[in-house]
């Protein structure tokens, strides 16, 4: 039997902590208003190179796309994309020529 753990958001401690961040977020907000809107501008400059950083991590970075198994799934990969081009080009199509509507 698998033993499940559970989130560490949902325990007491937890929730306990997320209480104490939004007390804390609501009174920083009130309190020193001024102060964030001042940074406000930065601290959106100083997001963009973290959320660059952090948010490659699912991919695996730069380091080129590699599949792991270059057998089936690739081709598999590669007759969807065709299939997907083919329906495509039939949907921009107003209207299926036939083979013997050449002669117009």
Same mark, same amino acid.
């Not at 209480?19 to 940074?39: K, N, P, T």
């Not at 959106?44 to 799934?73: I, N, Y």
């Not at 994309?81 to 509507?101: A, F, H, L, T």
């Given at each position: 039997?698998?033993?499940?753990?559970?989130?560490? %958001?949902? !325990?007491?401690?937890?929730? #306990?902590?997320?209480?104490?961040? *939004?007390? #804390?977020?609501?009174?920083?907000?009130?309190?020193?208003?001024?102060?964030?809107?001042? %940074?406000? $501008?930065?601290?959106?400059?100083?997001?963009? $190179?973290?959320?660059?950083?952090?948010?490659?991590?699912?991919? *695996? +970075?730069? +380091?080129?796309? =590699?599949?792991? @198994? !270059?057998?089936?799934? =690739? @081709? #598999?990969?590669?007759?969807?994309?065709?299939? *997907?081009?083919?329906?495509? =080009?039939?949907?921009? @199509? $107003?209207? $299926?020529?036939?083979?013997? @509507?050449? #002669?117009?």
């Amino acid at each position: 039997m698998a033993n499940k753990q559970r989130s560490f %958001w949902l !325990t007491s401690n937890g929730l #306990a902590s997320i209480v104490m961040i *939004g007390v #804390a977020s609501y009174f920083l907000l009130v309190e020193h208003r001024q102060h964030l809107f001042q %940074w406000l $501008p930065f601290l959106l400059l100083a997001l963009c $190179p973290l959320m660059h950083v952090f948010m490659h991590g699912g991919h *695996g +970075g730069h +380091g080129g796309h =590699k599949h792991r @198994d !270059t057998g089936e799934s =690739k @081709d #598999a990969e590669e007759e969807a994309y065709r299939r *997907g081009v083919e329906e495509g =080009k039939k949907q921009s @199509d $107003p209207q $299926p020529r036939k083979e013997n @509507d050449h #002669a117009r």
